[in-house]
Nanobody, 129 residues
Framework: QVQLVESGGTSVQAGGSLTLSCVVSGYNMRGKYMGWFRQAPGKEREGVAAMALGFYGASGRTVYADSVRGRFAISRDNAENMVYLQMNSLKPEDTAMYYC??????????????????WGQGTQVTVSS
């Protein structure tokens, strides 16, 4: 059974930093995209960052939404089956529920939200001005 469990969400002031963590169990990340999505109240869920992992363990392609590129960084610890999202220079518009996701589309991992295979339960990030 695949389980994704996020943590690290909290309230932070604009300009601050935060790291989200996702524990992955029951899922082999090799050769697959893992990622982070977010959903703000009244808005559709959107892709934030995704990272592919090669079959031999090396990290592959990373993609970011334009709104977070240069501020957010996705990483993974294969040995611990963890995925992280480092968020810097946070803005009020980053406020949302953040979801860890597995088994993303291999061509457009951030755009094809409906193609995501597995979701975590979400962790709330609130950025105040």
């Amino acid at each position: 059974q695949v389980q994704l469990v996020e943590s690290g969400g909290t309230s932070v002031q604009a300009g601050g930093s935060l790291t989200l963590s996702c524990v992955v169990s029951g899922y082999n990340m090799r050769g697959k995209y893992m990622g982070w999505f977010r959903q703000a109240p009244g808005k559709e869920r959107e892709g934030v960052a995704a990272m592919a992992l090669g079959f031999y363990g090396a990290s592959g392609r990373t993609v970011y939404a334009d709104s977070v590129r240069g501020r957010f960084a996705i990483s993974r610890d294969n040995a611990e089956n963890m995925v992280y999202l480092q968020m810097n220079s946070l803005k009020p518009e980053d406020t949302a529920m953040y979801y860890c996701a597995a088994d993303l589309d291999g061509v457009r991992p951030l755009e094809k939200v409906d193609a995501v295979g597995y979701w975590g339960q979400g962790t709330q990030v609130t950025v105040s001005s």
